[in-house]
């Protein structure tokens, strides 16, 4: 990082949409550092886009302030327009324009540098996309991939301070969206570009961010690197939308440092600097529980799935308050378990974290496709 200054950061800054108020971005501070790859990651509806439109200039911020390179672009005192912020932005849908070729997609956004150069500074930055022979072609001879790179070479040929894109990899195939990502991730990164993309997909975050910040209704909820998002979850919300967990309603016991479940003392665990007799949940990823001979939970697998990687098992653990709690573990192929097989588990502190138990459990409508259900289901009404 060669600046300890944000390329941008946003103080308090606040967005409605009219009638309404729809609050769409509410109170959001953020900052990016030069060269940093940054996500904004949450469900649909949640302000990705607002915050996004926001930083480019599209809208303006009802409160707050965003500052550029710090100069104020947006605020009380100021008011910098799109085209002069120096932020290259990628639409969800490319917005390429069809009656031009590649070429000239390019060489639009290039108005501030003299025409003699446009052509040689569009042919370079396509070269460098692998773009190089495709300059006389129209947008509709290339694939979905290919029409993708052409709005991110027309998006850095003016050189911009940061690219902006929102939901990149949303419309590609299946098999060529994680090919195509680590292309366009690889290139930004050689390029040290300042880069922040928008999406709903967790893996896609975990994969390319140097930091991941977690949205949810507006707010920020988590900003974290995507080892600290997904191993240490603060909230509820955050441990059930970024990747699957399982919530254990607990205790918390600060006589011996530990959490009380029903499925005993967890001890070890992260963020336990809260008041004695504190409910909370203790969310446990599937890695968490670790195969071991003499662990403290005991449990009968009831189904496994093969992912490949590792072996996704549905266990029923007896709880402490009577009946068996189902639980999702991750299992190494070489365990060789099968339905009915009786295994014991200890609990890698690493994968747990006590989150805050003050929200509800996220409701199914806000993309919960994460979340192991039936504990989540238990313990709520429990
Ligand atoms: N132009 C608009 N007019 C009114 N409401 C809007 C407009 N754009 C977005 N919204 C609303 O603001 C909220 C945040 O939207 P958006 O920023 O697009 O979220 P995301 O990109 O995370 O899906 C949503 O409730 C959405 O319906
Ligand atoms: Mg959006």
């Given at each position: 990082?060669?600046?300890?200054?944000?390329v941008?950061?946003?103080?308090?800054v606040?967005?409605?949409y009219w009638?309404?108020?729809?609050?769409a971005v509410?109170?959001?501070s953020?900052?990016?550092n030069?060269?940093e790859?940054v996500?904004?990651?949450?469900p649909?509806?949640c302000?990705?886009?607002?915050t996004?439109?926001?930083?480019a200039?599209?809208?303006i911020?009802?409160?707050?302030?965003?500052?550029?390179g710090?100069?104020?672009?947006?605020?009380?005192?100021?008011w910098?327009?799109p085209?002069?912020?120096g932020?290259?932005?990628?639409f969800?849908?490319?917005?390429?324009?069809?009656h031009?070729?590649v070429?000239e997609?390019?060489?639009?956004?290039?108005d501030?540098?003299?025409?003699?150069q446009?052509?040689?500074?569009?042919?370079?930055?396509?070269r460098v996309?692998?773009?190089?022979?495709h300059?006389?072609?129209y947008?509709?001879?290339?694939?979905g991939g290919?029409?993708?790179?052409?709005a991110?070479?027309?998006?850095?040929?003016?050189r911009?301070v940061?690219?902006?894109?929102?939901?990149?990899?949303?419309n590609l195939?299946?098999?060529?969206?994680?090919q195509?990502r680590?292309e366009?991730?690889g290139?930004l990164?050689?390029?040290g570009?300042?880069?922040?993309?928008?999406?709903?997909?967790?893996?896609d975050?975990?994969?390319?961010?140097?930091?991941?910040?977690?949205?949810?209704r507006g707010?920020?909820?988590q900003v974290?690197s995507p080892r600290e998002?997904?191993?240490?979850?603060?909230s509820v919300?955050?441990?059930?939308?970024v990747?699957r967990?399982n919530l254990?309603?607990?205790?918390?016991?600060?006589r011996?440092?530990?959490v009380?479940?029903?499925?005993?003392s967890?001890?070890?665990?992260?963020r336990?600097g809260?008041?004695?007799?504190?409910?909370v949940?203790?969310?446990?990823?599937?890695?968490?529980f670790?195969p071991?001979e003499?662990?403290?939970?005991?449990g009968r697998?009831?189904?496994?799935?093969f992912?490949g990687?590792q072996?996704e098992?549905e266990v029923?653990?007896p709880?402490a308050?009577g009946?068996?709690r189902?639980?999702?573990?991750?299992?190494?192929?070489?365990?060789g378990?099968?339905?009915?097989?009786?295994?014991a588990f200890?609990?890698?502190?690493?994968?747990?974290?006590v989150?805050?138990?003050?929200?509800?459990?996220?409701?199914?409508?806000?993309?919960a496709?994460g979340?192991t259900?039936?504990?989540?289901?238990?313990?709520?009404?429990?």
């Amino acid at each position: 990082m060669s600046t300890t200054r944000p390329v941008i950061q946003f103080e308090g800054v606040s967005k409605r949409y009219w009638p309404g108020p729809v609050e769409a971005v509410r109170d959001v501070s953020l900052g990016v550092n030069e060269g940093e790859i940054v996500t904004l990651l949450g469900p649909s509806g949640c302000g990705k886009t607002t915050t996004l439109r926001l930083m480019a200039g599209f809208e303006i911020p009802d409160g707050g302030s965003i500052h550029i390179g710090g100069r104020e672009a947006a605020g009380p005192s100021a008011w910098i327009p799109p085209e002069r912020r120096g932020v290259g932005m990628v639409f969800q849908d490319y917005a390429l324009f069809p009656h031009l070729k590649v070429g000239e997609n390019v060489m639009f956004g290039l108005d501030a540098i003299p025409r003699s150069q446009r052509r040689d500074r569009a042919k370079e930055v396509l070269r460098v996309l692998d773009l190089g022979p495709h300059f006389d072609r129209y947008p509709h001879e290339l694939s979905g991939g290919q029409q993708q790179r052409v709005a991110l070479a027309r998006a850095i040929a003016p050189r911009p301070v940061m690219v902006l894109m929102d939901e990149p990899f949303s419309n590609l195939d299946a098999h060529l969206r994680d090919q195509v990502r680590d292309e366009v991730v690889g290139i930004l990164r050689n390029a040290g570009m300042t880069s922040i993309f928008v999406s709903h997909d967790q893996r896609d975050a975990l994969a390319i961010s140097d930091r991941v910040i977690v949205m949810n209704r507006g707010k920020v909820e988590q900003v974290g690197s995507p080892r600290e998002i997904y191993r240490h979850p603060e909230s509820v919300f955050v441990a059930t939308f970024v990747g699957r967990t399982n919530l254990l309603a607990g205790v918390v016991q600060n006589r011996d440092g530990c959490v009380l479940t029903d499925f005993g003392s967890f001890c070890r665990v992260d963020r336990l600097g809260m008041p004695d007799g504190s409910q909370v949940m203790v969310a446990v990823r599937p890695d968490g529980f670790v195969p071991s001979e003499n662990g403290q939970l005991r449990g009968r697998v009831l189904a496994t799935t093969f992912t490949g990687a590792q072996i996704e098992a549905e266990v029923a653990i007896p709880s402490a308050l009577g009946g068996d709690r189902r639980l999702v573990v991750h299992l190494p192929p070489s365990a060789g378990l099968v339905p009915g097989d009786q295994v014991a588990f200890r609990l890698d502190p690493d994968y747990a974290s006590v989150v805050r138990n003050s929200c509800q459990v996220m409701d199914r409508g806000a993309g919960a496709s994460g979340m192991t259900s039936p504990v989540a289901e238990a313990l709520a009404s429990s």
